[in-house]
């Protein structure tokens, strides 16, 4: 051997190993909380026989990390264990340990900027109904990374129907509770699909807006921002409240109460809001170009502040320094 091939035969080695260690590392499987243990993607199963399969018998979260901080995961916590209270799930873990295992789920896929699904189901039981019969909850959490759309960019403009299903009553099996039973969203989301729309608007029983497929609405009229109270069936949704906060620190007077078809389809601006979503103008609905088809000034003004405040670390619970918030 020549002396001079030894440091390009040393490189290239190198060179190799770090190529094989980075397709190893690609080829690392997502770890999923199971139960209090993590488990590889391909291995994370739950049993045919749990009552969040059969019936839709359980509840969730969708959650986001910005920058290595939980955005609001207080709030998140704090509205899994209200449905819990509600559907009467008792719950695997306490407050504190659940937000632990959202942020160790997060640390152990080494993730910064991410989508969390946080689901707590009834667990095993047999095939009836009953939820008496199934001993204990299951409880996972995936996270994923996901980068947000925020930023300097203007907001996202879309186009909505008026969907013909509406939103279930508030005595009902109301979207007040994060429940698993989507199937009222699914064929609101279905019907946009088909109508080739962005997405649908559902009206509460009563005709008025409740809320779309999976974000919370707000409108603008003469400077006054308007979203549909709880009386509409809506979810209370994090960035709805967070929203209605904004708005009151920027000055602008906030409504919460029903609103109807007409005042959507007359008013100066649209946006949608929620968690996967963030924020997105609303230009056309059922046809009718609604705001002049673009993102008015108002939502333009909150896109460009809610961006600011996603990353504050006050909004959020850090997921690689302290210990988890207690809440
Ligand atoms: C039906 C429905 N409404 C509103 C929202 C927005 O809620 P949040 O801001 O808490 O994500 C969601 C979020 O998933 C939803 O499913």
Known sequence: MFLDDCPKLDTNVTVLSAKRRLVLEMDKEPLIYMDGKFVEKSKAVVSVFDHGLL??????????????????????????????RVIRLKMPLTKHEMSEAVLETLRKNQLRDAYIRLVVTRGSGDLGVDPALCKSPTTFIIAEPMSSILGPREPKVLRMMVSSYRRDAVDSTSHEVKSLNYMNSILAKIEANSAGADDAILLDRRGFVSEASVTNIFLVKDGKVVTPSSAAGILHGITRDRIVRLCQDLGLEVEQRDVTPFELAVADEVFVVGTKSELAAVGMISGNSVGGGAAGPTTRKLYQEFSKLVVRPEEGTPVYEAAAESV
């Open 55 to 84: 019936y839709g018998d359980g509840i969730f979260e969708g959650i986001r990390a910005y920058n290595g901080s939980v955005f609001r995961l207080v709030d998140h916590i704090n509205r899994l264990y209200d449905s819990a």
